[in-house]
């Protein structure tokens, strides 16, 4: 599975900025997709998740703001996030994970940079 990511820049405090995600690949395997983050000097952490079956989970500080959806094709995941706040500047990761008996396997895209100014 290969993730190529999209969007991000910089954007005011109470903006608005949408990512895109498209998977490649043994895309029919895919049980969830995602993103996660990782703001500067801290360490990467769970912003939203979707599982194939629709089922969505949130880290706390974005409920309300962030929505995270799959494309008609469900090959595509999309954050759109608004009312964004300097806090949530941080470089963005786009994740999919197929669900193993062992251990899931986890893919990521490359990161996009997202910049909230005060």
């Known amino acids: 599975v290969q993730l190529q990511a999209s969007g991000g820049g910089l954007v005011q405090a109470g903006g608005s900025l949408r990512l895109s995600c498209a998977a490649s690949?043994?895309?029919?395997?895919?049980?969830?997709m995602g993103w996660y983050r990782q703001p500067p000097g801290k360490q990467r952490e769970l912003v939203a998740t979707i599982t194939s079956g629709g089922n969505t989970k949130y880290l706390g500080s974005v409920k309300g703001r962030f929505t995270v959806s799959r494309g008609d094709t469900k090959n595509i995941v999309v954050l759109q996030m608004n009312s964004l706040k300097p806090e949530d500047t941080a470089v963005y990761y786009c994740?999919?994970?197929?669900?193993?008996?062992?251990?899931?396997?986890?893919?990521w895209g490359q990161g996009t940079q997202v910049t909230v100014s005060s």
């Open positions: 690949g043994s895309i029919s395997s895919i049980d969830g």
């Open positions: 994740h999919a994970y197929i669900v193993r008996a062992i251990q899931n396997a986890n893919y």
